[in-house]
């Protein structure tokens, strides 16, 4: 162990940690999660300024296969601009967040492109327990058991099926009325499931970076950012994991507690929270994105971090390390960062701990449990004392066991990829995925053998954006002209193909 490599690693320290707040993704870590939640939030704005969109309510039952007695207020806002009667609805949706964040895609993204196309109304659909669609009074282990795929598909059949419009003349509900149901990520997922289970409802769907193949082990995630990432800035990477590996696994409690040090870590006494923390700012490639007003520069400025590392040093712990490393973290660094060691946030239920909604998710029927590649001499971008248990670990620490729902001890992936996974597949469905999207490896375009290339056809598209990061095709400009060439392309490709689809539409005789 010589102090120079130390020190290196030093000057990456606050870039690694300070990173970890301005990453908005949703793989499972425990670390991340615990820094989401002790976080004050405020109401979440969307970058891009939008015109403000009526929003309205339709009233769902808390449980559609049993009766509660119990409704709650589902959110939705409307975009009539390009509505005339016959046309179709074009439905978004919201996914694992506030509705109210997505109203630029209700303005200028796929939602108002495909509808101004069409003479469609566009609607944006908040998913049941997000933003202000919330059914239950707190979020303990027992309120969440209606969190369910299945659950919030049912409420989506419902809505298509039953909801009047304001200002809108005429029944133009499903099937009378062509839906199409857009949906990136999990809402992606959520769209071709709504085509699976519902096709007399949803008349077409696009499926965008849609993680249909849940998985216990999505060690494709960081492999993918890995493979597409500048080499420079992951050479680094790899290098700085392999550094810390081998010394978090001495067998010296000295070596092991310096290399903590080096990173202002020393307190914390769980060595895979110690590097689950230097994973942070890898969440940065994921919010990537074309329009430079929706997306991060985090990555690019943790790569350019990386390549500049700071000359100034101080002695400490006996060793050299930067000035950033000894202006780190002050305090209890397990308040901040420990799971295990301070499992204490994690009880906490009260509405205002929106993190625990995706992660119950996660742990009941999702997985995605992010760790390094099964195969060691695969390189990597993580730590490999990152492993599924420790992903896994706030399943076990958050959600104690209720009266009446209990966590699994593993979330049911069967049932999810029951409906396809990798092969999902219907007519009028579409697949859109990006090229660098970390989430790739759970969609049909996945690296993954179990995962096949197929024909891309107007009834079944199956389309790759080049250099697309996550759902690259949900946003969009005012002036569609100056998006960049192979957003303009898949965008054109999309109105293609839904017009097609509406060709064919017959509305039943009632």
Known sequence: MTSSKLGTLGALTLLLTASA???????????WVKLEATQAKNAAVAKRQSPTFPVYTFTQPLDHFQDTG??????YWVNDRHYKAGGPVIVFEAGEGPGDERMPILDTGIVDILANATNGLGVVLEHRYYGASVPVQNFTTDSLRWLTNEQAAADSANFIDNVTFPNITGDITAPG??????GGSYGGARAAHMRVLYPDLVFGAIASSAVVHATLDDWRYFDIIREYAPADCIAQIEKTVDEVDKFITSHSNKTRHAIKAVFGLQNVTYDPDFVSVLTNPLGGWQGKNWDPEVGSTGFADFCTALGTPSKATVKTQGLTISNATSNYARGD??????????PEQFTQTDLSQTWRLWQFQVCTQWGFFMTPPPDPARPRIISKLITQEYASVLCKLAYAPGEHFTVPPQPNITAVNALGGFGIAYDRLAIIDGEWDPWRGDTPHSPDPRA???????????KLIPEGVHHYDENGLADHSAEPPQ??????????FVKAWLKDFKAPSR
């Not at 009325?177 to 857009?182: K, L």
């Not at 096949?452 to 199956?462: C, E, G, I, M, V």
């Open 177 to 182: 009325t062509p839906w199409i149901y857009y």
């Open 333 to 342: 660094q397990n308040d901040c960062f420990g799971t295990i060691t301070s």
């Open 21 to 31: 707040a301005a990453a908005r993704f949703h793989p499972s870590n425990p670390v």
């Open 70 to 75: 119990h409704t709650f207020e589902q959110q």
């Open 487 to 496: 957003i303009q392309a898949i965008h054109e490709q999309e109105i293609e």
């Open 452 to 462: 096949h290339n197929r024909r891309d056809t107007t009834l079944r598209p199956f």
